[in-house]
């Protein structure tokens, strides 16, 4: 479970970029954080993996936020990583490994777990994921969809209850959006909790449980999957969302 208790943030003193965010986010629910660009839905995602505050500097944070019981701002990453994943817009930026089958037993081989147990997972994700021809591949020479689906094997690997994505379609085509849809479809088939950072809402419109909307730093409201899916397009417009 996660719990995001009025939570205000600024990157800066004088500058808010969050303000009062209250949500809670149930074991295995999938959710769409959306809106305009710059509304601070990024921002969310980094209370939830850590990154703030642990990595960004000279922010100004109130509130608190568990992850599964954690409380994140005192929570060594470390441990945090076993309870998050990240997929990121661009997946060159998480990548450590010039060949994939490296990269997809890193975090693994990082924690220090049983080579036999690494074995496991790295046939577990193979196999789950269905990503057999991205095996003993020069990372340099794949495609933007097929990097982005290795990031997601290299985090699915570590085996995770949250996955945490911010704009994952930014660089993708038809086709690996196709693709990451059929992986979190998988995500929500295991019973992982997802929360998706996105502007491109099509693929998702019939796997999310709930669409969080928000604007100006602050959650306006709150959909269910279902009156999500039913917004006409004059109310879509007017919330800036895409189609």
Same mark, same amino acid.
């Given at each position: 479970?996660?719990?995001?208790?009025?939570?205000?943030?600024?990157?800066?003193?004088?500058q808010?970029?969050?303000?009062?965010?209250?949500?809670?986010?149930?074991?295995?629910?999938?959710?769409?954080?959306?809106?305009?660009s710059?509304?601070?839905?990024?921002?969310?995602?980094?209370?939830?993996?850590?990154?703030?505050?642990?990595?960004?500097?000279?922010?100004?944070?109130?509130?608190?936020?568990?992850?599964?019981?954690?409380?994140?701002?005192?929570?060594?990453?470390?441990? /945090?990583?076993? *309870?998050v994943?990240? +997929?990121?817009?661009?997946?060159?930026?998480?990548? %450590?490994n010039? #060949?994939?089958?490296?990269?997809?037993?890193f975090?693994?081989?990082?924690?220090?777990?049983?080579?036999k147990?690494?074995?496991?997972?790295?046939?577990?994700?193979?196999?789950?994921?269905?990503?057999?021809?991205?095996?003993?591949?020069?990372?340099?020479?794949?495609?933007?969809?097929?990097?982005?689906?290795?990031?997601?094997?290299?985090?699915?690997?570590?085996?995770?209850?949250?996955?945490?994505?911010?704009?994952?379609?930014?660089?993708?085509?038809?086709?690996?959006?196709?693709?990451?849809?059929?992986?979190?479809?998988? /995500?929500?088939? *295991?019973g992982?909790? +997802?929360?998706?950072?996105?502007h491109?809402?099509? %693929?998702?419109? #019939?796997?999310?449980?709930?669409?969080?909307?928000?604007?100006?730093?602050?959650?306006?409201?709150?959909?269910?999957?279902?009156?999500?899916r039913?917004?006409?397009?004059?109310?879509?417009?007017?919330?800036?969302l895409?189609?």
């Amino acid at each position: 479970m996660i719990q995001i208790q009025d939570i205000s943030f600024g990157y800066e003193e004088e500058q808010e970029t969050l303000s009062n965010i209250d949500l809670e986010i149930a074991q295995g629910e999938c959710i769409v954080l959306t809106g305009e660009s710059g509304c601070g839905k990024t921002t969310v995602t980094k209370l939830i993996n850590g990154l703030i505050p642990h990595f960004v500097e000279g922010g100004v944070l109130s509130g608190q936020v568990f992850v599964n019981g954690l409380e994140v701002v005192k929570t060594e990453m470390y441990r /945090l990583a076993e *309870e998050v994943s990240s +997929v990121f817009q661009n997946p060159k930026s998480q990548f %450590f490994n010039i #060949d994939s089958d490296s990269e997809i037993t890193f975090g693994l081989e990082n924690a220090g777990v049983d080579p036999k147990k690494i074995k496991e997972r790295y046939d577990a994700t193979v196999s789950a994921l269905k990503i057999q021809p991205l095996l003993g591949r020069n990372i340099f020479s794949m495609s933007g969809g097929e990097k982005q689906s290795l990031a997601f094997a290299s985090v699915y690997a570590m085996n995770p209850s949250v996955f945490v994505l911010d704009e994952p379609t930014a660089n993708l085509d038809a086709d690996a959006i196709e693709t990451l849809r059929g992986q979190i479809l998988q /995500l929500k088939k *295991e019973g992982r909790t +997802v929360v998706i950072a996105e502007h491109r809402l099509d %693929f998702l419109m #019939d796997l999310i449980d709930r669409a969080v909307f928000i604007q100006d730093g602050k959650i306006v409201q709150i959909f269910s999957g279902a009156e999500f899916r039913q917004l006409s397009e004059e109310q879509r417009i007017k919330m800036g969302l895409r189609s």
